[in-house]
């Protein structure tokens, strides 16, 4: 059914930390990884050793540079995935059932046997979190590694999504959003995180931490002895300047 | 959005088609026997082709038959289940009429209604998407439904409907170009919102996740043909109203001329539609600088 549950019992979800994230692309190898072995058909890529490489990725690193209104730009790395929204409009359009959101713990997934590859779900995600894969004709999103998360033939500390179990920065974390208590939960309190495009009305489950002001004060220390000496001209150079002035 | 030809083709002709299968089933033209066929045979034509058409981009066409169970939350679906109701519906319609000279008056009113939610149906599946603010607005519906009903005018031969509704559409049109322009301003969402960094300040991307395309892009940020919009506007409503209203409305009737107008109107159509996918904007276009 692709009317979306009332409430799911649990709203697992990433917590990514968008202040420690260095963009080193970890966590898309790993998630392609993971993921074209695992659960459902292959991510494909096309022409993967021409000219014109493409391929389907649930996860993708982008990069950005915000110019405050004062002081130097900052280059912020910014991963996304699926954000496993609350009011997800990908699975309400979906005409077959293949695209559902599970009531025990709020993952939205597709079912790869229904799915007739029209990729409606994929105009309908306002964050460009599903692609449809060009081999299967089937459509690909993050799982929240469902297989994994519960898979007990996996050490303990492997039941976790395969990007935060990669990241070496410790930028991704995961856990249940819906309980309060949750070291996500106390996280997102504690920094302020943040939904993405919350005017879509999709309320997303992952949530975002921006990233910490910078420090203005440490540099003041030195500041005074870099102050110029002087500021007007003397000797020569005084003199240069008058003359040309004069001109 | 990608101007997908399939996609194109399949909302104009299915429009057409459920347009003049709307005037037959109220009986405009009141025809019988041969005729009644031959009416009948081209709004099937175009709706069956349209549809058939719109299996050409899925991924698992043999699938299909799945696409009708969820009409209750999906406008696809609805979309698939009203058209073979009125496609069934209109199909024992045109028995009575073509073979018994028979009209079964509550019947093809049922079929024709049928026939014109179909179009409100195919409209709503873009009209409800909020990732495209350009299409999310109630003009979409009023839009498709005009195109329908004046293609279908044509088709079904009611001058005397056409030339209103000709001139109706043309203005429709138009303003939903002019105000169309400015919604995915007026939606809200930036490159700001949508990283949530604007709380810092002004934000652009720096490098992309990959230096290639991707299924995204290539599905949902199609800027290229956007360069020439004024001047196929300008050519497509020509085409598609002023000439067609001109050669019906100012010209001695002629069967050639309707017939060259009508081909004209339904070359603007194809146009026109091009534009609304060409022209849509997608919000994920902005986390890829580019809209
Ligand atoms: S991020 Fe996109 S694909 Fe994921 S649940 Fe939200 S709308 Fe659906
Ligand atoms: S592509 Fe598959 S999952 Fe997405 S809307 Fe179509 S049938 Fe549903
Ligand atoms: S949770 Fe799993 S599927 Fe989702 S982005 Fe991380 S690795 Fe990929």
Same mark, same amino acid.
């Given at each position: 059914m692709t009317t979306l549950p009332q409430s799911t019992e649990r709203k697992l979800g990433l917590v990514i930390d968008l202040d420690t994230c260095v963009g080193c692309h970890a966590c898309v190898v790993s998630c392609k990884g993971w993921n074209t072995e695992n659960y459902g058909a292959p991510l494909s890529d096309q022409d993967a050793y021409g000219g014109n490489p493409s391929g389907t990725f649930l996860n993708r690193v982008h990069s950005y540079e915000i110019q405050p209104e004062q002081g130097l730009a900052q280059t912020i790395h910014f991963p996304k995935s699926c954000l496993h929204c609350e009011d997800a409009p990908c699975v309400t359009v979906c005409p077959t059932g293949a695209s559902y959101k599970r009531v025990e713990d709020g993952i939205v997934l597709v079912n790869e046997s229904d799915c007739i590859g029209c990729g409606l779900c994929a105009w309908a995600c306002p964050y460009g979190a599903?692609?449809?894969?060009?081999?299967?004709?089937?459509?690909?999103?993050?799982?929240?590694?469902?297989?994994?998360?519960?898979?007990? %033939?996996?050490?303990?500390?492997?039941?976790?999504?395969?990007?935060?179990?990669?990241?070496?920065?410790?930028?991704?974390?995961?856990?249940? $959003?819906?309980?309060?208590? /949750?070291?996500? /939960?106390?996280?997102?309190?504690?920094?302020?995180?943040?939904?993405?495009?919350?005017?879509?009305?999709?309320? @997303?489950? %992952?949530?975002?931490?921006? @990233?910490? @002001?910078?420090?203005?004060?440490?540099?003041?220390?030195?500041? @005074?002895?870099?102050?110029?000496?002087?500021?007007?001209?003397?000797?020569?150079?005084?003199? $240069?300047?008058?003359?040309?002035?004069?001109? | 959005m990608h101007p997908a030809p399939s996609i194109i083709i399949f909302t104009v002709f299915s429009g057409l088609g459920f347009g003049l299968l709307t005037y037959l089933g109220f009986g405009k033209p009141d025809v019988s026997g041969f005729t009644a066929f031959v009416f009948f045979l081209i709004a099937y034509a175009m709706a069956v082709g349209g549809l058939i058409a719109s299996t050409f981009h899925l991924g698992h066409p043999e699938r299909a038959l799945k696409a009708f169970t969820q009409w209750r939350s999906s406008w696809l679906s609805r979309e698939g289940v009203l058209s073979v109701l009125a496609l069934v519906i209109m199909g024992l319609y045109a028995i009575g009429v073509v073979f018994f000279d028979t009209r079964i008056a509550w019947l093809g009113i049922l079929g024709g209604t049928l026939s014109l939610a179909t179009v409100v149906a195919t409209s709503m599946i873009y009209g409800q998407l909020k990732t495209v603010p350009r299409w999310n607005h109630w003009s979409t519906p009023i839009l498709f439904v005009l195109y329908s009903l004046t293609g279908g005018a044509f088709f079904a031969g009611q001058v005397w409907l056409a030339k209103p509704l000709l001139l109706l559409l043309g203005i429709a049109q138009l303003l939903a170009w002019i105000f169309g322009d400015s919604l995915f301003r007026e939606s809200g969402s930036t490159i700001e919102t949508a990283t949530g960094l604007g709380r810092i300040g002004k934000v652009r991307l720096f490098e992309g996740p990959h230096t290639g395309g991707n299924y995204l892009t290539r599905e949902m940020i199609h800027i290229v043909g956007r360069k020439h919009a004024q001047k196929l506007r300008v050519i497509a409503i020509f085409a598609l109203t002023i000439i067609p209203w001109i050669v019906l409305a100012l010209l001695p009737f002629s069967h050639i001329l309707a017939g060259i107008a009508a081909i004209l109107h339904v070359i603007g159509a194809l146009m026109a539609r091009w534009l609304f996918f060409a022209q849509a904007e997608h919000t994920v276009g902005l986390y890829y600088g580019a809209r």
């Amino acid at each position: 059914m692709t009317t979306l549950p009332q409430s799911t019992e649990r709203k697992l979800g990433l917590v990514i930390d968008l202040d420690t994230c260095v963009g080193c692309h970890a966590c898309v190898v790993s998630c392609k990884g993971w993921n074209t072995e695992n659960y459902g058909a292959p991510l494909s890529d096309q022409d993967a050793y021409g000219g014109n490489p493409s391929g389907t990725f649930l996860n993708r690193v982008h990069s950005y540079e915000i110019q405050p209104e004062q002081g130097l730009a900052q280059t912020i790395h910014f991963p996304k995935s699926c954000l496993h929204c609350e009011d997800a409009p990908c699975v309400t359009v979906c005409p077959t059932g293949a695209s559902y959101k599970r009531v025990e713990d709020g993952i939205v997934l597709v079912n790869e046997s229904d799915c007739i590859g029209c990729g409606l779900c994929a105009w309908a995600c306002p964050y460009g979190a599903r692609e449809l894969d060009q081999k299967e004709g089937v459509m690909k999103k993050c799982t929240l590694c469902v297989d994994r998360i519960y898979n007990n %033939n996996l050490p303990e500390e492997d039941r976790v999504p395969a990007c935060v179990r990669t990241c070496p920065a410790g930028a991704r974390h995961f856990g249940d $959003l819906g309980d309060p208590d /949750s070291d996500v /939960s106390r996280l997102v309190a504690e920094r302020d995180g943040m939904d993405l495009m919350p005017e879509q009305g999709t309320k @997303p489950v %992952n949530k975002y931490l921006p @990233p910490r @002001p910078k420090d203005e004060e440490a540099i003041d220390v030195l500041a @005074p002895f870099l102050e110029p000496v002087a500021e007007e001209p003397k000797g020569f150079l005084g003199w $240069l300047d008058k003359t040309l002035e004069k001109l | 959005m990608h101007p997908a030809p399939s996609i194109i083709i399949f909302t104009v002709f299915s429009g057409l088609g459920f347009g003049l299968l709307t005037y037959l089933g109220f009986g405009k033209p009141d025809v019988s026997g041969f005729t009644a066929f031959v009416f009948f045979l081209i709004a099937y034509a175009m709706a069956v082709g349209g549809l058939i058409a719109s299996t050409f981009h899925l991924g698992h066409p043999e699938r299909a038959l799945k696409a009708f169970t969820q009409w209750r939350s999906s406008w696809l679906s609805r979309e698939g289940v009203l058209s073979v109701l009125a496609l069934v519906i209109m199909g024992l319609y045109a028995i009575g009429v073509v073979f018994f000279d028979t009209r079964i008056a509550w019947l093809g009113i049922l079929g024709g209604t049928l026939s014109l939610a179909t179009v409100v149906a195919t409209s709503m599946i873009y009209g409800q998407l909020k990732t495209v603010p350009r299409w999310n607005h109630w003009s979409t519906p009023i839009l498709f439904v005009l195109y329908s009903l004046t293609g279908g005018a044509f088709f079904a031969g009611q001058v005397w409907l056409a030339k209103p509704l000709l001139l109706l559409l043309g203005i429709a049109q138009l303003l939903a170009w002019i105000f169309g322009d400015s919604l995915f301003r007026e939606s809200g969402s930036t490159i700001e919102t949508a990283t949530g960094l604007g709380r810092i300040g002004k934000v652009r991307l720096f490098e992309g996740p990959h230096t290639g395309g991707n299924y995204l892009t290539r599905e949902m940020i199609h800027i290229v043909g956007r360069k020439h919009a004024q001047k196929l506007r300008v050519i497509a409503i020509f085409a598609l109203t002023i000439i067609p209203w001109i050669v019906l409305a100012l010209l001695p009737f002629s069967h050639i001329l309707a017939g060259i107008a009508a081909i004209l109107h339904v070359i603007g159509a194809l146009m026109a539609r091009w534009l609304f996918f060409a022209q849509a904007e997608h919000t994920v276009g902005l986390y890829y600088g580019a809209r």
